[in-house]
């Protein structure tokens, strides 16, 4: 069935239904079979999950543009696996604190740039060598912890890092897949590093609130003067959430966020800092 990726296992507070997308936060739903196994101890669990992901690292990318997507071009699906461990609180007998390792190996494929016509403009380049496949992995650690402080409330604290190449396909990397670094014949996979925190907090039955930040951090050097990719060096992520359950059913919602992109000092166009405001109710 189509769900989520196998290494999704933990998530933010946010409203956004792109969620952290980009800044921080993998994920997609896609088509796939997985196997999961669960042990359940005395006042813990253990959940092992492998799964084969339909389609591969881009999901959808052309990027030599012959109408056939990359990941179609591939022989490979994304090989994806993870263990979760959960473990009633001892300060918290209602609630768990959990701790999982996650991550995926994968290829895309796509005709190799021969000559690129003095432009970055992929319309304007000439494919007509051999298919290079390109490499798409990453290595995911999530957590999350409960606590309660007396007379204030109850919290929340979850998070994840992670670490790959090639990762647009799952909303990671910026977003970016491969570079090239014209006018030579082979692109290289966009490494990068990333994650995100989130402080929830539950004041009483009605009023909820969280706040949480989180970035996506490529490696400068596949993006800066490499074509291909859209010289993104830095995304990050920071926002503030009120919510109010109204009834059991029925649940209000206000979230602020400050978005900063950085663009390559390469792009003479773009290139420098830019941020933006986001309400959404």
Same mark, same amino acid.
């Given at each position: ?119 970055? @403009? ?6 007509? #060598?051999?298919? &290079?496949?390109? !490499? /798409? +992995?990453?290595?995911?650690? *999530? $957590? ?61 039955? @009605? ?6 930040? #989180?970035?996506? &951090?490529?490696? !400068? /050097? +596949?993006?800066?003067?490499? *074509? $291909? ?53």
């Amino acid at each position: 069935g189509q769900t989520w990726h196998v290494w999704k296992m933990v998530q933010p507070s946010e409203i956004d239904g792109a969620w952290m997308e980009n800044t921080g936060y993998p994920y997609r739903r896609s088509p796939q079979i997985r196997v999961t196994k669960k042990w359940d101890f005395e006042d813990s669990s253990l959940e092992a999950r492998v799964g084969l992901v339909k389609n591969g690292p881009g999901m959808g990318g052309d990027r030599d543009h012959n109408g056939t997507q990359d990941n179609e071009q591939s022989a490979w699906c994304l090989f994806e696996g993870a263990l979760v461990y959960d473990h009633v609180a001892a300060w918290d007998k209602d609630r768990s604190w959990l701790v999982g390792v996650g991550g995926q190996y994968g290829r895309d494929s796509s005709r190799r740039v021969t000559n690129y016509n003095g432009s970055n @403009d992929r319309e304007d380049w000439t494919y007509d #060598g051999h298919n &290079d496949s390109y !490499n /798409s +992995d990453m290595v995911m650690l *999530a $957590g999350s912890i409960p606590f309660s402080i007396e007379n204030i409330g109850k919290f929340t604290l979850c998070g994840q890092v992670f670490a790959g190449e090639n990762l647009g396909g799952v909303q990671a990397g910026v977003g970016q897949t491969v570079s090239y670094n014209l006018p030579y014949a082979r692109g290289n996979e966009v490494r990068a590093i990333g994650g995100f925190v989130d402080l929830g907090y539950k004041l009483n039955e @009605d009023w909820s609130f969280a706040i949480g930040w #989180g970035c996506d &951090d490529p490696v !400068n /050097s +596949d993006i800066e003067d490499h *074509a $291909g990719t859209y010289d993104i060096i830095y995304n990050d992520r920071a926002y503030i959430c009120a919510f109010y359950q109204v009834t059991d059913n029925f649940k209000l919602g206000l979230e602020y966020a400050r978005l900063l992109t950085s663009f390559a000092q390469s792009n003479e166009t773009v290139g420098g800092d830019y941020d933006a405001d986001r309400v959404q109710f």
